[in-house]
């Protein structure tokens, strides 16, 4: 395979930073500082009005603490960045101490009845109801980080649920509504292409005359339930807008109708910028075709492709019979469609539910699926069982990483919604735990982990984080590092001490390749790296030497 590099800027060479995720909740401009001692801070102030040539209209806010020399200080983000900032402030000869103002966040666990009382261990399992502890989904871990509901731009996140009907009025469900439709008067207000489609749409029908079920309604409450209201069960959102589309009679026909409502609105969202339609992330669909070819489903499949183009996931269930997907066939799950994820079902006890579909090419991953706690029409809640259970989990995970507030992440997103969505994907798949059950017999050979999947977004806007070690060592650091166009090779230049490690690692933080190299002198080494086999992606790449850690620089092959 032939790739392709793209280098980013290096992070402030010369400092010893480690990379770790961004602390997005810090004050823009805000620089907390412990001088030596407070006679110094005019003249702190003098000293900090260019960084690098850089006007940075520095200037003090308040003092926070006469005693301790504390001040909170301020400078004009516009102009220069703030890891730049900081770092030039720590190395500034008055300053004893300096950090972001970060906004502290309330921790809470969800209060809903059915959390709390442990009936939801595909949320969090401690080993309750004879479960293993850990078997979930890490979801108290993944809502430190996020709850889900808007972009880092303010978008709305959406997923368009297609099921067999839905209870608009259950009190913990948050469904999707056209505001740009005017109810009833036999005009396509918005133009998204249907009429008078203002709660959802039924295919049956071509009205938004949605219908109470259980099905569906239990889907829904485990893709975005509304968490901490006190009330029934928690989604993997807690705050998210669920589009409903019923199927009508599920015939393929039906469903290139349902699938095409969710596109069409999100096609007219991208076109519009957010005026009209709805920002669908993702769809969820818990229905299909035992036993079924790909090859004799091809519009049906193909509905994947296009929706991926928009940029939306399609979450599928596999079968609930145990066999072999890749040799036995499935529709929707043996489609080919790189934005299509199939998902098989787990325990509580982390095992392969033994009525369920697999395939080491066909089905991606495992999530929660055995009797699992959501909602149900009337203001009731219950337990149901099956890959359509599984299913919802990872739906609402895609969602859930769309609401990690990394703006730099959705401004690609809209630019380039398809090649996004596939990046999430595969940080989904990358992000799950692996599974001796599903191992061998599904592409990632993982059980779907909500945590580690909003993590890898996070870490997508990873910068470095500067109130880590720090070694002002002007011998050591990365310089640079550049592609060899005609191999799949990079040059990385450094200035280094003996025996240096050249470590890259993922956006996970895992190590994913290491070169000793053994340079003779001090001074600045060229080190070939040999990037064949290694996985298109975003890598960090930093230096060891002796206790030392260099500076990272961040490079993507694709
Ligand atoms: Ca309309
Ligand atoms: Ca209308
Ligand atoms: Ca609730």
Request: charged residues 15%; negative net charge.
């Amino acid at each position: 395979m032939k790739k392709t590099y793209i280098l980013f800027t290096c992070f402030i060479l010369f400092t010893c930073n480690i990379i770790s995720a961004q602390q997005t909740n810090n004050i823009p401009g805000d620089i907390i500082v412990m001088l030596h001692s407070n006679n110094e801070v005019d003249e702190f102030v003098a000293s900090m009005q260019t960084v690098g040539g850089i006007k940075t209209s520095f200037k003090t806010t308040r003092i926070l603490s006469q005693s301790m020399h504390i001040a909170l200080f301020k400078f004009d983000i516009a102009t220069i960045n703030e890891n730049i900032m900081l770092n030039a402030v720590k190395r500034n000869p008055l300053v004893l101490l300096a950090q972001f103002n970060f906004t502290a966040k309330e921790r809470i666990a969800p209060n809903d009845p059915n959390y709390t009382n442990g009936n939801m261990w595909d949320m969090n399992n401690t080993g309750q109801n004879s479960g293993v502890n850990d078997a979930d989904i890490d979801a108290p871990e993944a809502w430190d980080i996020t709850t889900g509901g808007l972009t880092a731009q303010g978008d709305t996140i959406v997923v368009a649920v297609v099921d067999g009907g839905f209870d608009l009025t259950q009190q913990d469900l948050n469904f999707w509504k056209n505001r740009n439709e005017i109810p009833g008067n036999g005009i396509d207000d918005d133009g998204n292409g249907y009429i008078d489609d203002v709660k959802g749409w039924d295919v049956a029908t071509s009205t938004d005359n949605i219908i109470s079920a259980s099905h569906g309604t239990h889907v829904c409450g485990t893709v975005g339930a509304r968490g901490n209201n006190g009330i029934g069960v928690t989604g993997v959102n807690w705050n998210v807008r669920i589009m409903p589309i019923m199927y009508g009679s599920a015939q393929d026909a039906d469903v290139v109708v349902a699938y095409s409502y969710a596109m069409d609105n999100r096609r007219l969202y991208n076109q519009t910028n957010g005026q009209k339609g709805a920002f669908v992330v993702s769809t969820n669909s818990s229905f299909g075709i035992d036993l079924a070819q790909a090859s004799t489903h091809p519009l049906w499949c193909a509905m994947y492709d296009s929706l991926g183009s928009v940029g939306i996931l399609s979450a599928c269930a596999t079968a609930n019979a145990n066999y072999n997907v890749d040799t036995q066939g499935d529709i929707p799950t043996a489609c080919a469609s790189n934005w299509m994820i199939s998902v098989t079902n787990t325990t509580r006890t982390d095992a392969k539910n033994s009525s369920c579909g697999y395939g080491l090419t066909t089905i991606d991953l495992g999530a929660p699926g055995t009797t699992i706690t959501s909602s149900l029409p009337g203001n009731t809640y219950g337990t149901m069982s099956g890959t359509s259970m599984a299913t919802p989990h990872v739906a609402g995970c895609v969602a859930l990483m769309y609401s990690v507030q990394c703006s730099q992440f959705i401004a690609n997103y809209k630019t380039n919604p398809g090649a996004v969505a596939l990046m999430v994907k595969d940080s989904l798949l990358n992000a799950t735990d692996p599974n001796l059950d599903l191992n061998n017999i599904t592409v990632s050979g993982g059980r779907l982990n909500l945590f580690k999947s909003v993590k890898s977004i996070q870490n997508y806007c990873a910068t470095v984080d500067v109130s880590d070690i720090e070694t002002k060592d002007s011998n050591f650091g990365i310089m640079n590092i550049y592609p060899n166009p005609t191999e799949n090779s990079l040059t990385v230049v450094y200035n280094s001490y003996q025996n240096v490690e050249i470590i890259f690692t993922d956006l996970l933080g895992q190590q994913i390749k290491k070169i000793t190299d053994h340079a003779n002198t001090k001074g600045i080494q060229h080190s070939y790296i040999d990037v064949n086999g290694m996985a298109k992606g975003i890598y960090f790449v930093s230096l060891r030497s002796q206790d030392k850690i260099s500076n990272v620089m961040k490079v993507t092959i694709q």
